[in-house]
């Protein structure tokens, strides 16, 4: 068995038996998944429950259900939108929330737009596996109320949060980790990642501009000359302080070129591929010679050294694409290193899931969550089925 015989199988069976089998233990059989689990896998029964966690498990199990066809996939996906759709949905302002707590009554009524983007991603990739009315319906609604309510008709792009109401917030951060900003890298890359798997179930005219305009944002306003992504800006996108985060600017390059070809345009690949090989480059000046990537570098030029589960496996695919669409001889190797730490590392075989970080001393971080509003089976699993796809 060669080496890529190796890498795909080692990576499906950590997919099925180590990511989505984890995760199929939090399927609360009342309706949804449970909110949060800890460092050992240990289960909050009564933890909230937040947009993003639940939006990236709809997404997780419909991109499984259509890669590996396990009807057991199919059923999470399904169990974790009928909730998501009945307690998440503002049924009378629109958009969603960004938590309600366990048993579906409403928390933190704001809408961010970080959040009406995943779930426009979950629910148009639920109907890629279902052919949902209902899934494609709700997506094209809360594509709407981005268009008509978070749109900056005067700069171009996305406020970042607003009230329930949709008037405006003082406090627009996105979490502890971010500054308050009137637009952020993060929510337009993955507002255009949402918009990109919508339009490839329903090309619209007007989502398709939306499309092409975002990618215009990402690759001429969120982009430095360096190939470094800008984090933080005004609502003139003026740029606010904010530092490196190599996992982003790995993440990017490969999502934007993704997203770019899911217009089935060739000027628009060939006015982003450069971009996207700049943003891939950047990126991987985050990489250690033992394969792993560290986290960010702050605006005092301090860096993170500790590594976290989603910076690692953007990197893995990152490199993958740099070799398959920018002809990088090099980055498969990068890439198979970087799949090892993660392997060696990151992966519990005990009680399943990913840590969420390793430690500079290279002990695991059994502190943070396995399951929470941030820790999703999201950026791993989706690693895998890129290794699956392009491999």
């Known amino acids: 068995m060669n080496r890529t015989d190796i890498f795909r199988k080692e990576v499906r069976e950590v997919l099925e038996n180590n990511i989505l089998n984890y995760w199929l233990t939090l399927k609360d059989p009342r309706g949804g998944f449970y909110g949060e689990a800890d460092g050992t896998g240990e289960i909050d029964y009564s933890a909230p429950r937040g947009a993003i966690l639940n939006a990236r498990i709809i997404w997780a199990f419909s991109a499984a259900y259509r890669a590996m066809k396990k009807t057991e996939y199919l059923i999470a996906a399904v169990h974790c939108s009928d909730w998501f759709l009945a307690h998440f949905c503002d049924h009378k302002h629109g958009g969603v929330y960004w938590s309600v707590d366990a048993e579906g009554k409403r928390l933190d009524t704001k809408k961010q737009l970080y959040a009406q983007g995943f779930a426009i991603y979950g629910l148009s990739e639920l109907y890629k596996a279902t052919r949902s009315d209902e899934a494609l319906k709700n997506a094209i609604n809360l594509y709407q109320v981005v268009e008509s309510r978070f749109k900056d008709p005067v700069n171009g792009g996305y406020v970042e949060a607003l009230a329930r109401d949709f008037s405006p917030l003082e406090d627009m951060s996105l979490s502890a980790h971010d500054i308050n900003a009137d637009k952020t890298m993060n929510s337009h890359l993955h507002i255009l990642e949402a918009y990109a798997n919508l339009y490839q179930v329903w090309p619209d005219k007007e989502l398709r501009k939306s499309v092409q305009d975002l990618l215009e944002i990402v690759c001429t306003k969120v ?10 800006f005004r609502r003139d996108w003026s740029v606010l302080p904010g530092g ?22 060739i000027d628009t690949v060939n006015r982003v591929r450069p971009a996207a090989l700049l943003m891939g480059r950047a990126g991987n000046e985050g990489l250690r010679a033992d394969g792993s990537m560290v986290y960010e570098k702050l605006e005092d030029g301090t860096v993170d050294y500790s590594r976290q589960w989603w910076v690692l496996a953007e990197s893995v695919v990152g490199n993958l694409w740099l070799w398959k669409y920018h002809g990088d001889l090099e980055a498969p190797d990068r890439a198979l290193s970087t799949w090892a730490y993660i392997r060696d590392n990151f992966v519990d075989r005990d009680n399943g899931e990913w840590f969420w970080g390793i430690h500079p001393d290279g002990t695991p971080d059994t502190e943070s969550p396995k399951a929470g509003f941030w820790k999703c089976p999201y950026h791993n699993s989706r690693m895998c089925l890129q290794v699956l796809e392009l491999v």
Not at 223 to 232: F, I, K, Q, T, V
Not at 244 to 265: K, R
């Open 223 to 232: 982009m430095a000359p360096d190939g470094h992504l800008r984090l933080y």
């Open 244 to 265: 490196v985060s190599y996992g982003h600017d790995i993440e990017t390059s490969w999502l934007a070129l993704e997203c770019a070809m899911a217009l089935h345009d």
